[in-house]
Protein backbone atom coordinates (compact mmCIF):
# COMPACT_ATOMS: atom_id res chain seq x y z
CA UNK A 1 0.00 0.00 0.00
CA UNK A 2 1.19 3.46 -0.42
CA UNK A 3 -0.03 6.95 1.05
CA UNK A 4 1.81 9.14 -0.99
CA UNK A 5 2.55 6.99 -4.96
CA UNK A 6 3.16 9.86 -6.91
CA UNK A 7 6.00 10.91 -4.46
CA UNK A 8 6.88 7.42 -3.18
CA UNK A 9 7.50 5.81 -7.04
CA UNK A 10 8.73 9.71 -7.99
CA UNK A 11 12.36 9.39 -9.44
CA UNK A 12 15.29 9.96 -7.47
CA UNK A 13 16.59 12.92 -10.29
CA UNK A 14 13.18 14.38 -10.47
CA UNK A 15 12.99 14.38 -6.31
CA UNK A 16 16.43 16.24 -6.27
CA UNK A 17 15.28 19.24 -8.41
CA UNK A 18 12.58 19.48 -6.01
CA UNK A 19 14.46 19.48 -2.85
CA UNK A 20 17.04 21.53 -4.58
CA UNK A 21 14.22 24.48 -4.89
CA UNK A 22 13.37 23.56 -1.07
CA UNK A 23 16.56 23.87 0.27
CA UNK A 24 17.49 27.48 -0.69
CA UNK A 25 14.53 28.57 0.81
CA UNK A 26 14.92 26.65 4.09
CA UNK A 27 18.63 27.69 4.46
CA UNK A 28 17.01 31.93 3.25
CA UNK A 29 14.80 31.33 6.40
CA UNK A 30 17.56 30.42 8.79
CA UNK A 31 19.54 33.27 7.67
CA UNK A 32 16.43 35.05 8.76
CA UNK A 33 15.03 33.63 12.08
CA UNK A 34 17.85 31.19 13.55
CA UNK A 35 20.42 33.10 15.43
CA UNK A 36 22.45 29.51 15.43
CA UNK A 37 22.66 29.05 11.81
CA UNK A 38 23.42 32.68 11.43
CA UNK A 39 26.63 32.03 13.80
CA UNK A 40 27.84 28.77 12.47
CA UNK A 41 27.45 29.90 8.59
CA UNK A 42 29.00 32.74 8.60
CA UNK A 43 31.83 30.95 11.04
CA UNK A 44 32.59 28.51 7.90
CA UNK A 45 32.66 31.60 5.90
CA UNK A 46 28.93 31.77 4.38
CA UNK A 47 27.79 35.55 4.86
CA UNK A 48 24.30 35.14 2.61
CA UNK A 49 21.93 32.35 1.95
CA UNK A 50 23.31 32.77 -1.77
CA UNK A 51 26.60 32.02 -0.97
CA UNK A 52 25.62 28.66 0.16
CA UNK A 53 24.40 27.44 -2.95
CA UNK A 54 22.06 24.56 -3.86
CA UNK A 55 21.91 20.87 -3.09
CA UNK A 56 24.96 19.93 -5.22
CA UNK A 57 27.10 21.98 -2.78
CA UNK A 58 25.78 20.46 0.32
CA UNK A 59 29.19 18.90 1.00
CA UNK A 60 30.63 22.39 1.86
CA UNK A 61 28.82 23.03 4.21
CA UNK A 62 29.85 22.26 7.89
CA UNK A 63 28.16 19.60 10.15
CA UNK A 64 25.91 20.29 12.83
CA UNK A 65 26.40 17.75 15.87
CA UNK A 66 23.85 16.72 19.00
CA UNK A 67 25.90 18.00 21.16
CA UNK A 68 25.89 21.95 19.82
CA UNK A 69 21.93 21.61 20.35
CA UNK A 70 22.78 20.35 23.96
CA UNK A 71 24.86 22.92 24.10
CA UNK A 72 23.23 25.79 23.33
CA UNK A 73 19.80 25.01 25.11
CA UNK A 74 22.00 24.54 28.55
CA UNK A 75 23.69 28.01 27.46
CA UNK A 76 19.99 30.15 26.42
CA UNK A 77 17.51 27.95 28.23
CA UNK A 78 14.71 26.44 27.08
CA UNK A 79 15.50 26.41 23.16
CA UNK A 80 18.68 28.00 22.83
CA UNK A 81 19.65 30.16 20.03
CA UNK A 82 18.17 27.84 17.37
CA UNK A 83 14.34 28.14 17.84
CA UNK A 84 13.42 29.76 14.59
CA UNK A 85 9.76 30.39 14.69
CA UNK A 86 8.06 32.47 17.66
CA UNK A 87 7.85 30.65 20.89
CA UNK A 88 3.52 31.04 20.67
CA UNK A 89 3.85 29.37 17.33
CA UNK A 90 5.23 25.92 19.14
CA UNK A 91 2.18 23.48 19.56
CA UNK A 92 4.04 20.68 20.66
CA UNK A 93 7.55 20.58 22.81
CA UNK A 94 9.10 17.07 23.16
CA UNK A 95 12.05 15.97 25.48
CA UNK A 96 14.98 13.37 25.67
CA UNK A 97 16.12 12.26 28.65
CA UNK A 98 19.84 13.54 27.52
CA UNK A 99 22.66 11.70 28.51
CA UNK A 100 23.03 14.05 31.59
CA UNK A 101 19.66 13.62 32.59
CA UNK A 102 19.29 16.69 31.60
CA UNK A 103 16.02 17.40 29.13
CA UNK A 104 16.71 18.84 25.71
CA UNK A 105 13.99 19.92 24.37
CA UNK A 106 12.50 19.72 20.78
CA UNK A 107 9.64 22.19 19.58
CA UNK A 108 7.27 21.55 16.67
CA UNK A 109 4.63 24.04 15.18
CA UNK A 110 1.60 22.62 13.62
CA UNK A 111 3.77 22.62 9.99
CA UNK A 112 6.20 20.15 11.64
CA UNK A 113 3.91 18.26 13.07
CA UNK A 114 1.97 17.49 9.76
CA UNK A 115 5.23 16.52 8.33
CA UNK A 116 6.04 13.66 11.11
CA UNK A 117 2.74 12.26 10.91
CA UNK A 118 2.79 12.19 7.19
CA UNK A 119 6.44 10.49 6.82
CA UNK A 120 4.53 8.08 9.91
CA UNK A 121 1.16 7.61 7.06
CA UNK A 122 3.60 6.85 4.51
CA UNK A 123 6.07 4.72 6.05
CA UNK A 124 3.20 2.34 8.06
CA UNK A 125 1.06 2.08 5.47
CA UNK A 126 4.34 0.62 3.69
CA UNK A 127 4.21 -1.93 6.49
CA UNK A 128 0.98 -2.90 5.51
CA UNK A 129 -1.18 -0.73 7.92
CA UNK A 130 -4.49 0.10 6.89
CA UNK A 131 -7.62 2.53 7.20
CA UNK A 132 -9.79 1.01 10.28
CA UNK A 133 -7.64 -1.59 11.26
CA UNK A 134 -7.28 -2.31 15.29
CA UNK A 135 -3.74 -1.48 16.64
CA UNK A 136 -2.34 -1.37 20.20
CA UNK A 137 0.71 1.05 20.43
CA UNK A 138 3.86 0.50 22.59
CA UNK A 139 5.21 3.43 22.59
CA UNK A 140 4.42 6.33 24.94
CA UNK A 141 2.44 9.41 23.83
CA UNK A 142 3.51 11.25 26.63
CA UNK A 143 7.09 14.07 26.52
CA UNK A 144 8.92 11.57 24.37
CA UNK A 145 8.71 12.43 20.63
CA UNK A 146 8.10 9.05 19.73
CA UNK A 147 4.64 9.39 20.77
CA UNK A 148 4.16 11.38 17.57
CA UNK A 149 3.74 8.38 15.93
CA UNK A 150 0.11 8.46 16.91
CA UNK A 151 -0.92 11.21 14.51
CA UNK A 152 0.59 9.08 11.56
CA UNK A 153 -2.13 6.39 12.36
CA UNK A 154 -4.66 8.99 12.78
CA UNK A 155 -3.81 9.91 8.95
CA UNK A 156 -4.02 6.35 7.68
CA UNK A 157 -7.43 6.10 9.56
CA UNK A 158 -6.46 3.06 11.78
CA UNK A 159 -8.04 2.73 15.19
CA UNK A 160 -5.59 3.42 17.90
CA UNK A 161 -5.60 1.42 21.14
CA UNK A 162 -3.11 2.87 23.14
CA UNK A 163 -1.02 1.06 25.72
CA UNK A 164 2.42 2.13 25.74
CA UNK A 165 5.48 0.35 27.43
CA UNK A 166 5.28 -1.17 31.04
CA UNK A 167 2.07 -3.20 30.64
CA UNK A 168 2.12 -6.23 29.16
CA UNK A 169 -0.82 -7.72 30.74
CA UNK A 170 -3.14 -4.47 29.59
CA UNK A 171 -1.34 -4.95 26.09
CA UNK A 172 -2.06 -8.59 25.42
CA UNK A 173 -5.77 -7.98 27.08
CA UNK A 174 -6.27 -5.28 24.88
CA UNK A 175 -5.50 -7.69 22.03
CA UNK A 176 -7.57 -10.17 22.56
CA UNK A 177 -10.76 -8.37 24.01
CA UNK A 178 -10.99 -5.56 21.31
CA UNK A 179 -9.18 -8.04 18.01
CA UNK A 180 -6.60 -5.52 17.38
CA UNK A 181 -4.36 -7.15 14.24
CA UNK A 182 -1.72 -4.97 14.41
CA UNK A 183 1.11 -3.86 16.64
CA UNK A 184 3.71 -1.12 16.83
CA UNK A 185 7.00 -1.54 19.53
CA UNK A 186 10.73 -1.91 19.59
CA UNK A 187 12.46 -5.30 18.08
CA UNK A 188 13.03 -5.75 22.28
CA UNK A 189 9.57 -5.42 22.88
CA UNK A 190 8.47 -8.06 20.36
CA UNK A 191 11.30 -10.71 21.94
CA UNK A 192 9.85 -9.55 25.29
CA UNK A 193 6.26 -10.39 24.45
CA UNK A 194 7.02 -14.04 23.37
CA UNK A 195 8.13 -14.88 26.35
CA UNK A 196 5.63 -13.49 28.53
CA UNK A 197 2.81 -15.08 26.74
CA UNK A 198 4.85 -18.33 27.36
CA UNK A 199 5.49 -17.55 30.62
CA UNK A 200 1.44 -16.58 30.81
CA UNK A 201 0.70 -20.06 29.33
CA UNK A 202 -0.80 -17.79 26.41
CA UNK A 203 -0.59 -19.37 22.57
CA UNK A 204 0.99 -16.43 20.77
CA UNK A 205 -0.43 -17.67 17.64
CA UNK A 206 -4.32 -17.67 19.03
CA UNK A 207 -3.65 -13.85 19.48
CA UNK A 208 -4.18 -13.26 15.79
CA UNK A 209 -1.41 -10.46 15.20
CA UNK A 210 -1.14 -9.81 11.06
CA UNK A 211 1.80 -7.16 11.56
CA UNK A 212 4.02 -5.39 13.50
CA UNK A 213 6.07 -2.85 12.92
CA UNK A 214 9.23 -2.15 14.58
CA UNK A 215 10.86 1.11 15.43
CA UNK A 216 13.39 2.75 18.29
CA UNK A 217 16.33 0.42 17.82
CA UNK A 218 18.45 -1.53 15.29
CA UNK A 219 16.90 -5.26 15.44
CA UNK A 220 13.68 -5.52 13.65
CA UNK A 221 15.20 -6.15 10.34
CA UNK A 222 17.39 -8.53 11.32
CA UNK A 223 16.83 -12.55 9.99
CA UNK A 224 17.09 -13.66 13.43
CA UNK A 225 15.23 -11.37 15.65
CA UNK A 226 12.60 -11.47 12.58
CA UNK A 227 12.32 -15.22 12.13
CA UNK A 228 11.34 -15.17 16.07
CA UNK A 229 8.79 -13.02 15.76
CA UNK A 230 6.96 -13.94 12.62
CA UNK A 231 7.59 -17.56 13.71
CA UNK A 232 5.79 -16.85 17.12
CA UNK A 233 2.94 -14.73 16.04
CA UNK A 234 2.37 -15.83 12.43
CA UNK A 235 2.35 -12.14 11.60
CA UNK A 236 4.51 -10.09 9.51
CA UNK A 237 7.17 -7.81 10.71
CA UNK A 238 8.70 -4.66 9.22
CA UNK A 239 10.77 -2.27 10.01
CA UNK A 240 11.30 1.62 10.56
CA UNK A 241 13.63 4.44 11.21
CA UNK A 242 13.32 7.75 12.36
CA UNK A 243 15.64 10.36 14.72
CA UNK A 244 13.74 12.52 16.54
CA UNK A 245 15.39 15.86 15.91
CA UNK A 246 14.38 15.36 11.79
CA UNK A 247 11.26 13.04 11.98
CA UNK A 248 9.49 9.79 12.86
CA UNK A 249 9.53 7.00 10.61
CA UNK A 250 12.17 8.76 8.01
CA UNK A 251 12.28 5.03 6.81
CA UNK A 252 10.34 2.16 6.80
CA UNK A 253 9.89 -0.94 5.27
CA UNK A 254 7.18 -2.00 2.73
CA UNK A 255 6.22 -5.55 1.56
CA UNK A 256 9.12 -6.35 -0.35
CA UNK A 257 10.84 -6.65 3.24
CA UNK A 258 14.31 -6.00 1.96
CA UNK A 259 15.15 -2.69 3.24
CA UNK A 260 13.63 0.76 4.63
CA UNK A 261 13.01 3.45 1.95
CA UNK A 262 13.50 6.64 2.51
CA UNK A 263 9.85 7.83 3.23
CA UNK A 264 10.55 11.42 4.38
CA UNK A 265 10.74 12.70 0.32
CA UNK A 266 10.30 16.36 0.05
CA UNK A 267 10.94 17.06 3.55
CA UNK A 268 14.38 15.89 4.19
CA UNK A 269 17.25 15.74 2.50
CA UNK A 270 19.61 12.68 2.85
CA UNK A 271 23.41 12.21 2.65
CA UNK A 272 25.57 8.97 3.21
CA UNK A 273 29.09 9.76 4.05
CA UNK A 274 32.78 8.29 5.69
CA UNK A 275 31.88 8.47 9.42
CA UNK A 276 35.68 8.62 9.87
CA UNK A 277 36.75 11.15 7.69
CA UNK A 278 33.23 12.97 7.00
CA UNK A 279 33.65 12.77 3.08
CA UNK A 280 30.59 11.71 1.11
CA UNK A 281 29.75 8.49 -0.51
CA UNK A 282 28.07 7.35 -3.08
CA UNK A 283 24.71 5.23 -2.73
CA UNK A 284 25.95 1.93 -4.24
CA UNK A 285 24.55 -1.74 -3.56
CA UNK A 286 26.41 -3.05 -1.09
CA UNK A 287 28.08 0.22 0.31
CA UNK A 288 27.92 1.46 3.93
CA UNK A 289 28.12 4.68 6.02
CA UNK A 290 26.63 7.15 8.26
CA UNK A 291 23.10 9.08 7.69
CA UNK A 292 23.04 12.60 7.67
CA UNK A 293 19.81 14.62 7.12
CA UNK A 294 19.37 18.63 6.23
CA UNK A 295 15.28 20.03 6.75
CA UNK A 296 13.91 21.03 3.59
CA UNK A 297 10.37 22.12 5.26
CA UNK A 298 10.84 23.23 8.83
CA UNK A 299 9.92 25.82 10.95
CA UNK A 300 10.92 25.58 14.42
CA UNK A 301 14.21 23.87 14.78
CA UNK A 302 15.52 23.00 11.38
CA UNK A 303 18.97 21.29 10.67
CA UNK A 304 21.16 21.37 8.18
CA UNK A 305 23.51 18.46 8.11
CA UNK A 306 22.83 16.62 11.21
CA UNK A 307 25.14 13.49 11.71
CA UNK A 308 22.79 10.58 12.45
CA UNK A 309 25.55 8.11 14.03
CA UNK A 310 23.33 5.91 12.72
CA UNK A 311 25.95 3.24 9.97
CA UNK A 312 23.84 2.07 7.24
CA UNK A 313 23.97 -0.81 4.73
CA UNK A 314 22.37 0.38 1.18
CA UNK A 315 20.19 -1.48 -1.06
CA UNK A 316 20.30 -0.07 -4.59
CA UNK A 317 18.50 -3.29 -6.50
CA UNK A 318 14.82 -1.92 -8.00
CA UNK A 319 11.73 -2.81 -5.65
CA UNK A 320 8.76 -4.77 -7.27
CA UNK A 321 6.39 -2.41 -5.33
CA UNK A 322 7.00 0.51 -7.36
CA UNK A 323 9.18 2.54 -4.98
CA UNK A 324 11.98 4.15 -6.24
CA UNK A 325 15.33 4.93 -4.51
CA UNK A 326 17.92 3.42 -2.40
CA UNK A 327 17.03 1.35 0.52
CA UNK A 328 19.17 1.08 4.16
CA UNK A 329 19.45 -1.37 6.66
CA UNK A 330 20.96 0.15 10.09
CA UNK A 331 23.65 -1.98 11.56
CA UNK A 332 24.29 -0.30 14.15
CA UNK A 333 25.04 3.54 16.47
CA UNK A 334 28.06 4.69 16.66
CA UNK A 335 27.55 4.29 20.75
CA UNK A 336 27.37 0.48 19.89
CA UNK A 337 30.88 0.40 18.46
CA UNK A 338 33.96 -0.84 19.25
CA UNK A 339 37.16 -1.08 17.73
CA UNK A 340 38.99 -4.56 18.46
CA UNK A 341 42.74 -4.00 17.71
CA UNK A 342 41.73 -2.35 14.76
CA UNK A 343 38.41 -4.41 13.81
CA UNK A 344 35.81 -2.18 13.87
CA UNK A 345 32.49 -4.17 15.26
CA UNK A 346 28.75 -4.00 16.03
CA UNK A 347 26.78 -5.94 18.10
CA UNK A 348 24.46 -6.41 15.05
CA UNK A 349 27.94 -8.33 13.49
CA UNK A 350 27.92 -11.07 16.13
CA UNK A 351 24.17 -11.69 15.90
CA UNK A 352 23.96 -12.28 12.66
CA UNK A 353 26.52 -15.37 13.33
CA UNK A 354 24.28 -16.49 15.49
CA UNK A 355 21.37 -17.10 13.48
CA UNK A 356 23.11 -20.04 12.28
CA UNK A 357 23.57 -21.25 15.38
CA UNK A 358 19.56 -21.43 16.41
CA UNK A 359 17.56 -23.23 18.13
CA UNK A 360 20.89 -24.17 19.91
CA UNK A 361 21.21 -20.61 20.81
CA UNK A 362 18.44 -17.98 21.74
CA UNK A 363 19.67 -15.10 19.71
CA UNK A 364 20.50 -12.79 22.87
CA UNK A 365 23.43 -11.56 23.46
CA UNK A 366 25.62 -9.09 25.86
CA UNK A 367 29.19 -8.11 25.24
CA UNK A 368 30.78 -7.19 28.73
CA UNK A 369 33.77 -5.04 27.90
CA UNK A 370 36.17 -5.04 30.81
CA UNK A 371 37.75 -1.87 29.63
CA UNK A 372 35.63 1.61 29.15
CA UNK A 373 35.87 3.20 25.95
CA UNK A 374 35.51 1.94 22.56
CA UNK A 375 38.91 0.50 22.42
CA UNK A 376 39.65 -3.37 23.30
CA UNK A 377 41.57 -5.66 24.46
CA UNK A 378 40.65 -9.33 22.61
CA UNK A 379 39.54 -11.53 24.31
CA UNK A 380 36.08 -9.00 24.07
CA UNK A 381 33.86 -10.79 26.47
CA UNK A 382 30.42 -12.07 24.92
CA UNK A 383 27.77 -13.64 26.78
CA UNK A 384 25.37 -15.47 24.79
CA UNK A 385 22.06 -17.21 25.83
CA UNK A 386 21.73 -21.23 24.81
CA UNK A 387 18.48 -21.98 23.21
CA UNK A 388 15.51 -23.04 25.46
CA UNK A 389 16.33 -26.23 27.27
CA UNK A 390 20.44 -26.40 25.88
CA UNK A 391 23.23 -27.40 27.39
CA UNK A 392 27.38 -27.45 26.56
CA UNK A 393 28.50 -29.81 28.71
CA UNK A 394 31.52 -30.47 26.73
CA UNK A 395 32.13 -26.87 25.15
CA UNK A 396 31.96 -28.11 22.11
CA UNK A 397 28.92 -25.45 20.59
CA UNK A 398 31.15 -22.64 22.74
CA UNK A 399 34.38 -23.59 20.71
CA UNK A 400 32.48 -23.35 17.26
CA UNK A 401 31.10 -20.28 18.27
CA UNK A 402 34.67 -18.14 18.95
CA UNK A 403 36.05 -20.03 16.22
CA UNK A 404 33.29 -18.51 13.24
CA UNK A 405 33.67 -15.32 14.78
CA UNK A 406 37.28 -15.17 14.56
CA UNK A 407 37.28 -16.75 11.02
CA UNK A 408 34.18 -14.23 9.90
CA UNK A 409 34.77 -10.80 12.25
CA UNK A 410 38.78 -11.30 12.94
CA UNK A 411 37.88 -10.29 16.47
CA UNK A 412 39.35 -12.95 19.67
CA UNK A 413 36.51 -13.45 22.30
CA UNK A 414 35.38 -15.07 25.14
CA UNK A 415 32.13 -16.84 25.09
CA UNK A 416 29.88 -17.15 28.22
CA UNK A 417 27.51 -19.59 27.43
CA UNK A 418 24.54 -18.88 29.70
CA UNK A 419 20.75 -20.50 30.17
CA UNK A 420 17.76 -19.52 28.46
CA UNK A 421 16.13 -16.98 29.94
CA UNK A 422 19.11 -15.41 31.81
CA UNK A 423 19.80 -11.97 29.62
CA UNK A 424 16.87 -9.95 30.60
CA UNK A 425 13.74 -9.12 27.96
CA UNK A 426 13.53 -5.47 27.58
CA UNK A 427 10.36 -3.63 27.38
CA UNK A 428 12.07 -1.32 25.40
CA UNK A 429 14.93 -1.11 24.24
CA UNK A 430 18.26 -3.63 24.28
CA UNK A 431 21.24 -3.05 25.80
CA UNK A 432 24.04 -4.62 23.58
CA UNK A 433 27.00 -3.62 25.53
CA UNK A 434 26.85 -3.37 29.57
CA UNK A 435 30.20 -1.84 30.82
CA UNK A 436 29.18 -2.78 34.49
CA UNK A 437 31.92 -5.41 34.66
CA UNK A 438 34.27 -2.26 33.58
CA UNK A 439 34.39 -1.01 37.21
CA UNK A 440 34.32 -4.72 38.89
CA UNK A 441 37.54 -5.09 37.12
CA UNK A 442 39.18 -1.47 38.00
CA UNK A 443 38.60 -3.14 41.25
CA UNK A 444 40.21 -6.25 41.38
CA UNK A 445 43.36 -4.73 39.43
CA UNK A 446 43.20 -1.73 41.54
Not at 105 to 117: E, F, H, K, S
Not at 347 to 363: M, W
Request: net charge negative.
Amino acid sequence: MMYDREIETRSVEEQFDLDGSSFRKQVEYLFQNSTFYQKKLRDAGFDASDAVGGLEDIRNLPFTEKDELRKTQAMMPPFGDHLSCPPEELQRIFSTSGTTGVPCYLGLTRNDIDMYATNVARGYSAAGFSKGQRIVVGFNAGPFVAGAVYYGFDKIGCTVIPVGTGNTERLVTAIQKLGATGVSCTPSYGLYLIDWCQQQGIDTRSLGLTNMITAGEPGGGDPLIRGRIEGAFGCKVRESMGIGDISLAVWAEDQDGDGMHFMARGFVHVELIDPVTGEPREWTDGGEGELVYTALQRDAMPLLRFRSRDHVVVNMKSNPTGRTGPRIRCIGRTDDMLIVRGVNLFPSAIRSILQEFTPDVSGMLQIRPTEPGVLQTPPLPVVVELGEGVVDPDGELKQRLKDEIRSRLLVGTAIDLVPYGTIPRETYKAKLIDYSDVSSAKAVTG
